[in-house]
């Protein structure tokens, strides 16, 4: 494959010759490479006609005839690589897409940060504790979060690790679907905890009840259960950081005359990696997936048609989804250039909105949080800013989980910094409960408070 944009040959080391930022530092480069090559050799964790089963379906968003819901975990570890987190999450997922279906009468794609969220970039290489420097915590597929000096090494190893993980969640999620656990007509299937004691469990209970009255009618009709209702398809996304483990999974299928990245069905790069020049968008070019790309106030018009010229030179319908994270106080400052900025490259472009990134803040006891009103202003500021400017906001990425954490201030509970240290788990960055998420879908879905966000 030639690259438009440079006129030089790509292929899925083409990116050694940039500068990668976000990358650890291995000690031991034969082990590395050693590891790398034995990736190689494994069977893909993804297919590709599952790829473009969702760039197809992103198409149709890019159109306004579908929603992109994207959530799961800032970073998932290994230790929660069990049965009860993953069906844990594919509930949530499923329960908000059902309240989404509900309220935006057109169907939903679910799209999970799991099954490669491993990886996470870092403000700086090193970090220290009480006069001792180590290597920072770059998630599990580099090394551990415990402060030791063996546990804090990059250890190649940890990729395999991450791979195999990512497989078992993979795996089992589908074993989920295709057993009929996402089937539209039994949403009981898919109850968590807060169903029982929620103030919102009235209102979903009503939209279940609605749901299931609607496909009974139209079977009893039609004279036959509708396939379609018995499944619903999640697919994978995760970060594409560590580009060593994104290129061991990288194969060009000769039927296609294309390259894929097999490893998720959806990578993003982030702000931090969107450098025009930088490794990360020269390995982005040239893989056939549908990809995401993170925008923030840092984000120039020129940086932007660049990276759209470059990263889908043909203008090819549901491959660039932009991920726009401004913040509540900067949002409707910064959102109306960029999509002017698109429209002038005649591009079709998925716009989602990532209310949690811009959002967040310490509390004066040193704990990163973020306060749910922020969240919401953020998206219903992006509804308003898209619809004024004759563009449709398609899609919410948040993190979440289906945990009864307390980590994100706010919501229906109105949780209080002093109430984060009673659950709070994440390593990383802080998550929506799983009542605060329903909350967040149930507002944009219009059931709460009024009139919905995306009309306000």
């Known amino acids: 494959m030639t690259g438009k944009d440079s006129g030089t040959e790509w292929h ?5 010759s940039r500068t990668a930022a976000q990358q650890p530092s291995y000690p031991d480069q034969a082990e590395l490479e050693s590891t790398v090559a034995a990736l190689s050799r494994l069977p893909p964790i993804v297919t590709s006609w599952e790829v473009d089963a969702l760039k197809g379906q992103i198409a149709k968003a890019q159109r306004g005839e579908a929603f992109v819901l994207q959530g799961g975990d800032c970073a998932e570890t290994f230790a929660e690589c069990t049965s009860e987190n993953i069906v844990a999450k594919l509930k949530i997922l499923l329960q908000m897409s059902l309240v989404l279906l509900y309220g935006l009468k057109k169907p939903v794609i679910r799209v999970g940060r799991m099954a490669g969220q491993y990886a996470k970039p870092r403000s ?20 551990r979060s415990t402060f030791t000096d063996e546990d804090r090494i990059p250890n190649p190893q940890m990729i395999l690790r991450a791979y195999e993980r990512a497989a078992l969640t993979l795996n089992f999620v589908r074993s989920l679907v295709d057993g009929g656990f996402a089937d539209l007509r039994h949403p009981e299937y898919w109850d968590l905890d807060w169903v029982a004691h929620s103030s919102l469990a009235k209102d979903y209970r ?60 959806f990578p993003w790069i982030g702000m931090r990696t969107a450098d025009m020049d ?23 018009r020129a940086w932007l048609q660049d990276l759209i010229r470059t990263l889908n ?29 698109v429209k002038e490259t005649g591009s079709p472009v998925l716009w989602v909105c990532d209310p949690m ?11 990163k949080t973020r ?35 307390t980590e994100c201030t706010g919501g229906a509970r109105g ?25 967040v879908a149930m507002r944009i879905a219009g059931l709460q408070c009024g009139q919905p966000l995306r009309h306000r």
């Open 371 to 405: 306060r749910f009103e922020n969240i919401v202003a953020e998206l219903e500021s992006a509804f308003r800013v898209h619809a004024a400017h004759g563009s449709y906001l398609g899609g919410v990425h948040l993190e979440l989980t289906g945990e009864n954490v």
């Open 206 to 265: 009503e939209i279940v009840s609605s749901i299931s009255g609607s496909l009974d009618f139209m079977e009893t009709i039609l004279g036959r259960e509708l396939h379609h209702a018995q499944r619903a398809d999640i697919y994978a996304a995760h970060e594409g950081l560590h580009l060593l483990y994104e290129q061991a999974q990288t194969r060009y299928l000769e039927r296609r005359g294309r390259w894929y990245n097999l490893t998720t069905h």
């Open 278 to 300: 930088g490794a990360h968008v020269e390995y982005f070019r040239g893989i056939a997936n549908p990809m995401g790309v993170k925008i923030g106030p840092g984000m120039t």
């Open 313 to 341: 030179p043909d203008k090819e319908p549901g491959r660039l989804t932009l991920i726009h994270r401004f913040g509540a106080k900067s949002i409707e400052q910064h959102l109306p250039d960029m999509i002017a900025a």
């Open 415 to 439: 949780l209080t910094d002093n109430d984060l240290a009673r659950a709070y788990k994440s390593t990383v960055d802080p998550r929506l409960n799983y009542e605060q998420a329903m909350e």
């Open 124 to 143: 700086a290489d090193t970090e220290t504790r009480d006069g001792k420097t180590l290597p920072s915590f770059r998630g599990d597929l580099v090394n």
């Open 357 to 367: 990134h811009g959002n967040t803040e310490t509390t004066a006891d040193g704990v």
């Open 12 to 16: 899925p080391a083409s990116w050694c």
